[in-house]
C-alpha cells in the first residue's frame, strides 16, 4: 500500500486510472497509507492480474505467485512476523475490490495463516485462548463457504448447536473449550464435501483465496449485479492482501462502521455502529445488538477524538462524505476501508451546500452533485428515517421488494383494480396489492396512494405505469404470498386481509405493517433553495410552468418559475357555473344567441385573467387560446341517447326531453371520427372566431385594468394547432384588430406578441413561414409527439404502448422522455428555420416533457428559451437546466 507513488508513475497522475487498477479499496488504502492513517500493511493485486487469470483459463498469470510471495516478505518485514511461522505467525486477509463498489458482491476471507500450529502460537502471543480459536473457526468457516463454495448454514448450525449446549445467546460468549468442537467438526464438514482436507498449507490458502476473489467477478451475484448498475463486465477485481488486526481481543478491542456525516438527513455529525469485541463483518451480519458511534465517545474517549479527526480529514482529502469500516485492536485504531458514502436525496443536497460553506467545493460541483432525480425524490413524501427505523424495531418491516416508483404511500389494502377504484372514488386511501398488473388494472392503480406487486421488476407493467403517474410503488416483493380469491397475503405468519393499513417507501422498497406517518417536503428547505439559488446561475435555460389559476401560477412563482409558459383557457370553460353558459353558446341558433352567452363569459374569463396578471407581475405570461373541439363542453352522444330513450318511455312529454333533443343534435352535428385531428384550435378559431375574439377582449381589458393598477403586464397570446401561415395570419389579423380596438378604448398600451403551439409536424417543417407572423413559438410536444408517432396518446398510454416498453421495443414512453431521434429533429429544424426568419425568435416548450430531465437537456442542446413546466417540477427542471449548461 505505500508504493503508490510507482503505480501513478505506471498510469499517470490519473485517479480514475489508479481506481481502475487497483479497485477503489486497494486505491484508498494506499492513498490513506500515504497520509500516515493507520492502515494495517498489505498489498494490492491488479484488477488486469483477474483479468489475465480469467481469461487464461483461471491460470495465474506467470511470474504473479513469485510477485505475491515477494510482496508478503516485504509486508512480514513491516510487520515483524513471518507467514507460517510456527512461532510468530502473520495472518492476513484477502480481499475483493473492483473499481466501482459492488457491497457484499464478491468475497473476502480473514484470518489466512491459520493451521493447528499456528493457532497455538497466536494463543500464546496473545495469551488467549478463547481468541485463537474463534479466529481458527472463523477461518475454517469463510474458507469453507467462499473458497470451497461449502453453504454456510452448515457452519452456522454447527455454531447454533455450540450456543445451545454452552448455554449462551452470543457467539463472543463461548469459550475455548466450545470452540474446540465447533473447530472439529467444521474440518469434517470440509472433508465430507470436498473429500479432502483443510489446507494447512498458509501459502496453500492464500493462493486458492487469491483465486476465490479473482472468481467472485463472475459469480452469479456480481454479474447480476453489474447487469443492474450498469458497471462493465470486463473491469475485473483487485486483491486486497492485507494484514490482520483484530477487533475480537476482549473488550478493548472492536470493529464497526462510521459515516463522517449522517447518510439519512445529511447532519454533520459522525455516523455508525460499532460492536466491542467482534470481527469483520459481525457489525453487518446483526448477530449481537450494536452500539451507536456516540457510545464510543464514552468508552473510548480517546479512539472516539482520533477516529473523528481521521473522518474529518479522509472527508476534506477525498472531498465527499466517507463510509469507513474501522476496527481496535487493544486500544489501538486501525482503518481498514473509506469510499464515498451513498446517502438519501436529502442528504446529498445538504451535503453539497454544507461543503460549499465550508470551502471544501465550488457551487458548480455542489451542482453537479446533485442529480435531478434526487430533487425530484425530495418532494415526495416520505418517512423518516427515525419513523422507519422504529417500525423496523418494532417488527413491522414485511418485506422488501424493488423500489420502483419513489415516494411514500399509506393505505388500506386492496386486491384488485374494481375494489382499488371503488374506495379511492370514496375518498379512502388505498395501496392496490397484486401479484402483478395488466392493463386492465390501470383505472384502480390511477385511484390508489400506492401499489405493490409479488412479480416483476423495475420494467414491469406496475413499475412503468406508477412512474408515469407518480404514484409510489414497490413491485416484485417475493416474499409476499398473495391470495387473490380469498383477499390476503402472507409474509410467513403473518396475515394481512383487504382493508388492513399498509405503509410503503417506493424509494427503498420497503413495505410496512400499519399507518407510519409520513412528512411532507418542506418546499422551502434552505438547502434546496441555497441549492437551487446557485443553478440558476449556471443555467442559460429559463424554467417557465404551466399554471391556468392564479392559486398554481402563485405556486410556480414559489418554486422559481420565471414566466408562465402555458395557461390553458379551456378549463375555465369547464367551471360548473360557467358550463351552462358555453354550452348556451354552442348550442346558439342565431347570432343575437351567441353573443349574449359570449357577453356573460367575458368578465368570467377576465376575472381569471386578472388573477394570473397579478400573481406574475412583471414576468410574461403566455395564454393559449381555446383548443379542444367543442364537443368536449357537451355531454357524451351515448349518455344522452339512453337519457333522452329513458324520457320517451317515462315522460314523453317533460320539456327536459325537448332539451336534450336539441343538445342530442348539437352534439351529432358536432361529432367527428377523429376529435384529435378536427375541429379545434386554430381551425376552430377560423371557423366561429367569436369565441377566440371574446377571449382577447378579456385578456386585454385584464391587462389595461391591471397595467392601470400598476402591475406590470406581459401578455403573450398563443394560437394552437397552427399548421399552416395563412390559418395563424387570418386568425392573428382578426385578432390583433380585437386586441387594439380594446387597448384604444382603455386608452392603455400593453406590451403584448403573437405567436403559436409548434405541435402539427407541418408547422414544424415549414417553420421558417410561421416565423413571418409568429412571433414566439412554443412546442407542444405532447400534440407533436402525437402526430409524429402518428399515435393517440390516449389510446396507448395504459394499452399497448406499455406492451412496447415492456418487451424493450421502445426505451422510454415518448410521452415524457423526447424522442429525441424522431420529434428532436421535426424541433431542431424548427428553432432554425424559425431563427432564419426571425434571429430573436424566442422559443419554449409546454409540453410534459418539459418537466423531464433528459428532455430539458435536448432543449438545452437546441437553443431553446425556456422549458414550461407543471409548477412542482420547477426545481427539477432549474437543476436539470443548469446540469445541461455545465
Ligand atoms: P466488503 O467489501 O464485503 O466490505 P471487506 O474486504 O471490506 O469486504 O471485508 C469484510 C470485513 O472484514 C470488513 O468489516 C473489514 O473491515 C474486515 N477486514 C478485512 N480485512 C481485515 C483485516 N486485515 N483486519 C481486520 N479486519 C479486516
Ligand atoms: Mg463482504
Ligand atoms: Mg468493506
Redesign the pocket.
Known amino acids: 500500500f505505500d508504493e503508490l507513488d510507482l503505480v501513478e508513475a505506471r498510469v499517470g497522475n490519473d485517479w480514475d486510472a489508479v481506481r481502475g487498477l487497483l479497485g477503489g479499496?486497494g486505491a484508498n488504502l494506499a492513498e490513506m497509507t500515504r497520509l500516515g492513517i493507520p492502515v494495517?500493511p498489505?498489498f494490492t493485486i491488479t484488477t488486469q492480474a483477474c483479468i489475465a487469470y480469467l481469461e487464461g483459463g483461471e491460470r495465474l498469470p506467470d511470474g504473479l505467485w513469485e510477485q505475491v510471495l515477494e510482496a508478503l516478505h516485504r509486508v512480514e518485514a513491516k510487520m515483524g512476523r513471518r507467514f507460517g511461522d510456527p512461532e510468530n505467525p502473520l495472518l492476513?486477509?484477502c480481499?475483493?475490490?473492483a473499481k466501482f463498489s459492488m457491497?457484499?458482491m464478491?468475497d473476502?476471507v480473514?484470518n489466512i495463516g491459520l493451521n493447528d500450529t499456528t493457532m497455538l502460537a497466536m494463543a500464546r502471543l496473545t495469551n488467549d485462548e478463547r481468541f485463537a480459536h474463534d479466529i481458527y473457526r472463523r477461518l475454517l468457516q469463510m474458507f469453507g463457504n467462499v473458497v470451497l463454495g461449502i453453504p454456510d448454514e452448515r457452519f452456522e448450525a454447527v455454531i447454533d448447536d455450540a450456543r445451545r449446549k454452552a448455554g449462551v445467546r452470543y457467539d463472543s460468549e463461548l469459550q475455548a473449550s466450545d470452540w474446540k468442537p465447533v473447530i472439529e467438526a467444521f474440518k469434517a464438514i470440509i472433508r465430507q464435501e470436498t473429500g479432502r482436507d483443510f489446507p494447512q498449507d498458509p501459502f496453500e490458502q492464500l493462493r486458492l483465496a487469491i483465486e476465490a476473489v479473482f472468481k467472485s467477478w463472475n459469480g452469479k451475484r456480481a454479474v447480476d449485479y453489474r447487469n443492474a448498475t450498469g458497471i462493465p463486465h470486463t473491469l475485473g477485481t483487485a486483491v486486497?492482501v492485507?494484514?490482520?488486526?483484530?477487533?475480537n481481543l476482549g473488550e478493548d478491542s472492536g470493529?464497526g462502521?462510521v459515516f463522517s456525516r449522517n447518510p439519512a438527513t445529511g447532519e454533520n455529525e459522525l455516523y455508525g455502529d460499532y460492536l466491542n469485541n467482534a470481527?469483520?463483518?459481525d457489525?453487518?451480519a446483526g448477530i449481537r445488538t450494536v452500539k451507536p458511534i456516540a457510545t464510543l465517545a464514552h468508552e473510548m474517549p480517546a479512539i472516539y477524538e482520533q477516529l473523528y479527526e481521521i473522518a474529518k480529514r479522509l472527508e476534506r482529502h477525498f472531498r465527499d462524505v466517507q463510509d469507513i469500516?474501522?476496527?481496535i485492536e487493544k486500544g489501538k485504531l486501525?482503518i481498514?476501508?473509506t469510499r464515498d458514502g451513498k446517502r438519501t436525496a436529502r442528504a446529498a443536497i445538504r451535503f453539497a451546500v454544507d461543503f460549499v460553506n465550508e470551502g471544501l467545493i465550488e457551487p458548480r460541483e455542489a451542482v453537479l452533485r446533485v442529480s435531478p432525480q434526487q430533487v425530484e425524490r425530495f418532494l415526495h413524501p416520505r418517512f423518516e428515517q427515525h419513523v422507519r427505523q422504529k417500525a423496523i424495531k418494532a417488527g413491522r418491516l414485511l418485506a422488501k421488494g424493488v423500489n420502483a416508483s419513489p415516494g411514500a404511500a399509506v393505505g388500506m389494502a386492496a386486491f384488485d383494480a374494481d375494489t382499488a377504484e371503488a374506495w379511492g372514488k370514496a375518498g379512502k386511501p388505498v395501496i392496490m396489492v397484486r401479484p402483478e398488473t395488466k392493463p386492465d388494472d390501470v383505472h384502480g392503480m390511477i385511484a390508489s396512494k400506492g401499489i405493490l406487486t409479488a412479480l416483476g421488476g423495475n420494467s414491469s407493467h406496475a413499475a412503468i405505469v406508477a412512474r408515469q403517474f407518480g404514484i409510489p410503488a414497490v413491485v416484485g416483493c417475493h416474499e409476499l404470498q398473495i391470495d387473490t380469491e380469498k383477499r390476503l397475503f402472507r409474509v410467513g405468519a403473518i396475515e394481512v386481509r383487504e382493508g388492513d393499513w399498509l405503509s410503503i417507501d417506493g424509494s427503498t422498497g420497503e413495505v410496512f405493517l400499519g399507518q407510519l406517518p409520513t412528512v411532507m417536503p418542506d418546499l422551502h428547505d434552505p438547502y434546496l433553495t441555497t441549492l437551487l439559488g446557485w443553478a440558476d446561475e449556471f443555467r442559460t435555460l429559463g424554467v417557465w410552468a404551466n399554471a391556468d389559476l392564479p392559486k398554481d401560477a402563485q405556486r410556480a412563482r414559489d418554486f422559481g418559475a420565471e414566466g408562465i409558459g402555458l395557461a390553458r383557457t379551456e378549463h375555465m370553460f369547464l367551471g360548473e357555473d360557467r358550463l351552462p353558459i358555453v354550452q348556451r353558446m354552442i348550442l346558439a341558433e342565431t347570432d343575437e344567441e351567441r353573443a349574449a352567452a359570449l357577453a356573460e363569459l367575458l368578465p368570467i374569463q377576465r376575472a381569471d385573467f386578472e388573477g394570473l396578471f397579478r400573481v406574475m407581475d412583471g414576468l410574461p405570461v403566455i395564454i393559449r387560446l381555446i383548443d379542444p373541439p367543442l364537443h368536449e363542453f357537451l355531454p357524451r352522444y351515448e349518455t344522452l341517447l339512453v337519457e333522452i330513450e329513458r324520457l320517451r318511455l317515462t315522460d314523453p312529454t317533460s320539456p327536459a326531453l325537448r332539451e336534450k333533443e336539441r343538445l342530442l343534435h348539437a352534439v351529432e352535428r358536432l361529432r367527428e371520427a377523429n376529435p384529435m385531428l378536427g375541429l379545434r384550435g386554430v381551425r376552430l378559431g377560423i371557423v366561429f372566431p367569436d369565441v377566440m375574439k371574446m377571449q382577447v377582449r378579456a385578456m386585454f381589458e385584464a391587462a389595461c385594468a391591471c397595467a392601470l393598477e400598476g402591475v406590470q403586464v406581459r401578455l403573450e397570446v398563443m394560437i394552437p394547432l397552427v399548421a399552416h401561415v395563412n390559418e395563424l395570419r387570418r386568425m392573428r389579423d382578426i385578432l390583433e384588430t380585437e386586441a387594439q380596438a380594446v387597448m384604444n378604448e382603455k386608452g392603455v398600451r400593453i406590451p403584448y406578441a403573437f405567436g403559436t403551439m409548434i405541435e402539427v409536424p407541418r408547422a414544424a417543417l415549414t417553420a421558417d413561414a410561421i416565423a413571418e407572423v409568429a412571433e414566439f413559438f412554443s412546442f407542444g410536444t405532447n400534440d407533436l409527439t402525437q402526430m409524429t408517432y402518428g399515435l393517440s396518446r390516449d389510446d396507448a398510454e395504459g394499452a399497448f404502448l406499455l406492451d412496447y416498453l415492456e418487451q424493450g421495443i421502445l426505451p422510454a414512453n415518448p410521452f415524457q422522455t423526447l424522442d429525441v431521434e424522431g420529434v428532436g429533429q421535426l424541433m431542431r429544424l424548427a428553432v432554425e428555420k424559425g431563427r432564419t426568419t426571425r434571429p430573436d425568435l424566442s422559443v419554449g416548450i409546454c409540453g410534459e416533457h418539459g418537466g423531464d430531465p433528459a428532455s430539458i437537456a435536448f432543449c438545452h442542446a437546441i437553443g431553446l428559451n425556456y422549458v414550461s413546466c407543471s409548477p412542482y417540477r420547477v426545481p427539477v427542471a432549474r437543476l436539470a437546466a443548469a446540469h445541461a449548461a455545465l
Open positions: 479499496k494495517p498489505g492476513v486477509s480481499r475483493s475490490g457491497p457484499g464478491m473476502t480473514l486486497n492485507q494484514s490482520m488486526v483484530f477487533g470493529t462502521v470481527q469483520g463483518e457489525v453487518v469500516e474501522f476496527t486501525w481498514l476501508q
